[in-house]
């Protein structure tokens, strides 16, 4: 059974810092691995897909990577900024179609 | 065409009643899933469709859950006899299938609260 583990829980930085999350994932036979975003009391907003054949992938300041072997994924965000405050969830598609997340990382960037 | 969208974005319902949520997906997609989110917790799988076909139920959906995609457009999600802990944010999401590519699209959510 999969299981997805996201590190740290919460984070909170100064406008402006690099940062990066964590995400860990004990099945290396994913299909791909898909980060979210999430706001309070919303949905969830699709920021990256990685396929299992691709290193990483890029979205303006974001950056994705995928390291299938030691099962982990990092998300990279440059320059933050205030409104990236939200919890990011990370998702990995064991190739049954479902998503198994992990909690989230709780990001404040505060200004 | 905007998204996934969901109705109601909120229920708060007294226990053992019953309760029926909406969610239409984003046009053409052919896939559409349910997921529970508790507070503090990631999505969990419930169940999904292809088409109008339900290929799979996670364990987690109990005999007093059921969900229908008549055509293959929208879909509802039924809890019989609800329970307190049955409150949770109910998270449609769906995708259009294309060899590899499959990315889910999310709906805002439907909060169920059970009193």
């Known amino acids: 059974k999969q299981e997805v583990t996201q590190i740290p829980a919460a984070l909170s930085v100064p406008e402006g810092e690099n940062l990066v999350l964590n995400c860990s994932f004990t099945d290396s036979a994913i299909y791909n691995l898909q980060w979210f975003r999430q706001d309070p009391g919303k949905g969830l907003t699709s920021l990256l897909l990685?396929?299992?054949?691709?290193r990483e992938q890029t979205s303006g300041r974001l950056n994705a990577s995928l390291d299938k072997s030691s099962g982990r994924s990092t998300l990279y965000i440059a320059a933050s900024q205030p409104g990236d405050s939200a919890t990011y969830l990370c998702a990995a598609n064991s190739g049954y179609s479902t998503l198994t997340f992990g909690k989230g990382t709780m990001l404040l960037v505060s200004p | 065409d905007t998204g996934v969208s969901q109705n109601p974005r909120h229920k708060i319902t007294k226990r053992g009643q019953n309760v029926t949520f909406r969610c239409d997906p984003i046009?053409?997609?052919?896939?559409l899933y349910w997921y529970r989110q508790t507070l503090g917790q990631g999505p969990e799988f419930l169940t999904y469709f292809q088409n109008e076909a339900q290929l799979e139920k996670s364990r987690l959906l109990s005999d007093r859950f059921s969900a229908e995609r008549p055509k293959g457009s929208f879909s509802t999600l039924e809890i019989q006899r609800t329970e307190q802990g049955d409150s949770a944010m109910y998270l449609c999401?769906?995708?259009?299938?294309?060899?590899?590519?499959?990315?889910?699209?999310f709906g805002p959510g439907t909060r169920l609260l059970v009193l």
């Open positions: 990685i396929q299992s054949s691709q």
């Open positions: 046009s053409e997609h052919n896939r």
């Open positions: 999401a769906s995708s259009l299938l294309r060899a590899t590519q499959e990315t889910q699209y």
